[in-house]
């Protein structure tokens, strides 16, 4: 078998492999916006899809004052959050830290706060 048959065949295969594998060889329509190392991302649809918004500082009194790189207002409207600190992040359901309180470990990941039955309720946050 000449060199340029036996590349191409090659070529085709692994192309066959990384299709069947369920390996996709090209850029996703819309990649999700990375969480920066040292930061808390809260995501608007589970499995940390849609808009984020990234927690300023350690703590967040209202979220009703912060917005989605969407523009969308950030208050009782998170369905995914990424810690990737090395603290652990509290969320509440009311402003001011008040309300019921959910722990979310350090450098951890909830990608689907439905599974909790805390969907769209974080109104405030802060690090411990």
């Known amino acids: 078998m000449d060199m340029h048959l036996r590349r191409t065949l090659q070529t085709a295969l692994l192309g066959g ?3 069947a594998a369920g390996i996709a060889t090209e850029a996703p329509a819309q990649a999700a916006a990375v969480c920066p ?8 649809n589970s499995n940390l899809g849609g808009s984020m918004f990234k927690m300023p500082g350690s703590a967040v009194q209202r979220f009703s004052a912060y ?3 969407n523009g969308a207002n950030a208050n009782d409207s998170a369905s995914s959050v990424r810690n ?6 509290t969320v509440f359901t009311n402003d001011n830290y008040k309300g019921v309180a959910f722990s979310i470990p350090a450098h951890s990941t909830i990608y ?5 039955s805390l969907n769209d309720c974080f109104s405030s946050a802060k690090l411990g």
């Open 67 to 69: 917005r989605y790189y």
């Open 37 to 44: 190392s040292n930061a808390v991302c809260f995501y608007q």
């Open 84 to 89: 990737n600190t090395s603290r652990a992040l």
């Open 17 to 19: 492999v990384l299709v």
């Open 112 to 116: 689907d706060l439905g599974y909790w």
